[in-house]
């Protein structure tokens, strides 16, 4: 049986350079077949089964079309999280599947409301920086840039347990990024992440097709992780 990856609105979902998550899973996973929906298209998953669904960072006025985009199938895409399919959205593409957003100015965006997890937005303060931290026996490293602080509640777990950089929100109680719900993985983290994080990729192709594969350019982008792993965690170098 085929591997069925699908990407959400790549037009007007890919900022940061995050398509680069989908061109280089497809030059690790040449032989799945890959789905593109657009803005207007009726997504792929409502009336098929599919292992992966991916989606980038999009700006605050796409995220609002993006809701109700996927709102009437909001029950469909709850049904495959609780299958365990993969999800992986990046930047501020999972805050769409949280409760809301809420603006300084007391503005709130109703998003779907699948995952336990709010947003507050600052457009005034936008934050840049680099996260090193680990993900169950693996270390990450990535960077993030947004206006968004995160809240996660009952059913998630945090993504990446941070060592070093600032965490996704103002809590020291919460000192981690992202979170992870069943397969779904909702994460602030850019760069692309799958390029920058080989062994976390090598985590993912697993969930999708049962075993370890070899991954396009593995002995670059290992030897450009480990230096970058280097570099974030040199005491002279600054994180944000």
Same mark, same amino acid.
């Given at each position: 049986?085929?591997?069925?990856?699908?990407?959400l609105f790549p037009e007007m979902c890919s900022l940061f350079g995050d398509g680069g998550n989908m061109r280089y899973l497809k030059l690790c996973?040449?032989?799945?077949?890959?789905?593109? $929906?657009?803005?207007?298209?009726?997504?792929?998953? @409502?009336?098929?089964? @599919? /292992?992966?669904?991916?989606?980038?960072?999009?700006? *605050?006025?796409?995220?609002?079309?993006?809701? *109700?985009?996927?709102?009437?199938?909001? /029950?469909?895409?709850?049904?495959?999280?609780?299958?365990?399919?993969?999800?992986?959205m990046t930047g501020n593409a999972h805050e769409v599947f949280g409760k809301s957003i809420t603006d300084t100015d007391g503005t709130v965006t109703e998003c779907l409301g699948i995952n336990d997890f709010h947003a507050k937005r600052n457009m005034l303060k936008r934050f840049s920086?680099?996260?090193?931290?680990?993900?169950?026996?693996?270390?990450?490293?990535?960077?993030?840039?947004?206006?968004? *602080?995160?809240?996660?509640? *009952?059913?998630?777990?945090?993504?990446?347990?941070?060592?070093?950089?600032?965490?996704?929100?103002?809590?020291?109680?919460?000192?981690?990024?992202?979170?992870?719900?069943?397969?779904?993985?909702?994460?602030?983290?850019?760069?692309?992440?799958?390029?920058?994080?080989?062994?976390?990729?090598?985590?993912?192709? @697993?969930?999708?097709?049962?075993?370890?594969?070899?991954?396009?350019?593995? $002995?670059?982008?290992?030897?450009?992780?480990?230096?970058?792993?280097?570099?974030?965690?040199?005491?002279?170098?600054?994180?944000?």
């Amino acid at each position: 049986m085929s591997i069925v990856i699908e990407e959400l609105f790549p037009e007007m979902c890919s900022l940061f350079g995050d398509g680069g998550n989908m061109r280089y899973l497809k030059l690790c996973l040449p032989e799945a077949e890959y789905k593109t $929906t657009k803005l207007n298209d009726k997504p792929y998953f @409502v009336d098929n089964d @599919v /292992d992966m669904i991916y989606m980038g960072p999009m700006t *605050e006025h796409t995220q609002v079309l993006v809701i *109700e985009r996927l709102r009437p199938y909001k /029950d469909r895409i709850e049904e495959l999280i609780q299958k365990g399919t993969v999800f992986l959205m990046t930047g501020n593409a999972h805050e769409v599947f949280g409760k809301s957003i809420t603006d300084t100015d007391g503005t709130v965006t109703e998003c779907l409301g699948i995952n336990d997890f709010h947003a507050k937005r600052n457009m005034l303060k936008r934050f840049s920086g680099l996260v090193l931290g680990t993900y169950e026996d693996i270390e990450i490293a990535a960077f993030r840039a947004q206006f968004t *602080e995160g809240f996660i509640g *009952e059913g998630l777990e945090p993504f990446v347990k941070m060592t070093k950089g600032v965490p996704m929100n103002s809590d020291k109680k919460q000192f981690f990024e992202g979170y992870v719900r069943n397969n779904f993985f909702g994460t602030y983290l850019l760069g692309p992440l799958l390029i920058l994080n080989p062994y976390f990729t090598e985590k993912l192709i @697993v969930k999708l097709c049962g075993k370890k594969r070899t991954l396009a350019y593995e $002995t670059e982008v290992v030897r450009a992780y480990q230096a970058r792993l280097e570099d974030f965690k040199d005491s002279r170098v600054g994180i944000h």
